[in-house]
Nanobody, 117 residues
């Protein structure tokens, strides 16, 4: 059974930082591209960042470039999202996802991030 479990969300003031983690089990983690998405109330789910299987390449959405960074530890089957200089508009539920082909096949349940002004 594949499981993706996010943690690290919470309430933070604008300008603060949070580090999200996503622990993965039930698949060969080191062969999957991992990503973070987010969904704000009343909005569609948006891409935030992704990292390929060996961490040689990452991609980050323009809206968070220079503030967020994605990383992974294949020895711990975990992907991270370091979020700095948080803004109120970063408030959303953050999801991690895994894919080997074109589509993200596996998703976590999400963790809430709330940034107060």
């Amino acid at each position: 059974q594949v499981q993706l479990v996010e943690s690290g969300g919470g309430l933070v003031q604008a300008g603060g930082s949070l580090r999200l983690s996503c622990a993965v089990s039930g698949l060969t983690f080191s062969t999957y591209t991992m990503a973070w998405f987010r969904q704000a109330p009343g909005k569609e789910r948006d891409f935030v960042a992704s990292i390929i299987w060996n961490a040689a390449s990452t991609s980050v959405a323009d809206s968070v470039k220079g503030r967020f960074a994605i990383s992974r530890d294949n020895t711990k089957n975990t992907v991270y999202l370091q979020m700095n200089k948080l803004k109120p508009e970063d408030t959303a539920v953050y999801y991690c996802a895994a894919r080997r082909e074109l589509d993200y096949s596996y998703w976590g349940q999400g963790t809430q991030v709330t940034v107060s002004s």
